[in-house]
């Protein structure tokens, strides 16, 4: 929680309650081929789904304020929507199609194959998936899991630390000077040793 508090490297969903520590989104210099010598600045912005998650604020009514926010200082907006259901990522990508140049879903760990560049410019995916063991359960040591399912009982997980490994990712174009999206490109590479 300290390190939450003081750190701009690490980004917590923006509709927490505003007494938790940390920020909700950040700023990421980043050198291009294209820019030359200078850097090209990019916002990361963080929000968390309602549907069949943990209480939050509205997402939506969040990303209207934020959006404007990063966007004053930037064109390029990339945000990782946490959510469970489908139909919440699909719906805020809709609702911020143009408004952002990129939307990678996450939290199922599954990668979706559905990637694509909205009307408005702006590139989307459902779940960008997961990098880390491939055995176990999306990540985690099978057995406590299939446990927590059997039983009912919860006990802490631990991470999968045998077997081979996977690396999920998506990789997004940007127009530098208006943040539309021009392109993404899905990677999925599994049996990493």
Do not use: W
Not at 92 to 113: E, K, P
Not at 157 to 179: E, H, M, R, Y
């Amino acid at each position: 929680m300290n390190y939450l508090a003081t750190t701009d490297r690490v980004i917590r969903p923006a509709n927490y309650p505003p007494s938790v520590p940390g920020k909700g989104y950040g700023f990421i210099d980043i050198r291009t081929a294209s820019a030359g010598a200078s850097s090209v600045t990019v916002g990361v912005l963080n929000l968390m789904g309602r549907t069949f998650m943990p209480t939050v604020d509205d997402p939506f009514r969040a990303a209207d304020i934020l959006v404007d926010e990063i966007r004053a200082r930037t064109p390029i907006v990339v945000l990782d929507f946490h959510a469970e259901a489908t139909s919440e990522k699909v719906g805020i990508a809709r609702y911020l199609d143009g408004r952002v140049s990129a939307i990678y879903g996450t939290h199922t760990h599954v990668q979706t194959a559905d990637e694509q560049i909205l009307a408005g410019g702006t590139a989307y995916i459902t779940d960008v998936g997961m990098t880390g063991p491939s055995d176990g359960v999306i990540g985690m040591e099978s057995k406590a899991v299939l446990d927590r399912f059997a039983t009912g009982l919860s006990e802490r997980l631990a991470v999968q630390k045998n077997g081979p490994k996977q690396f999920c990712a998506a990789v997004v174009s940007i127009d530098t000077a208006t943040g539309k999206a021009t392109d993404i490109k899905r990677i999925f590479q599994r049996n990493i040793a």
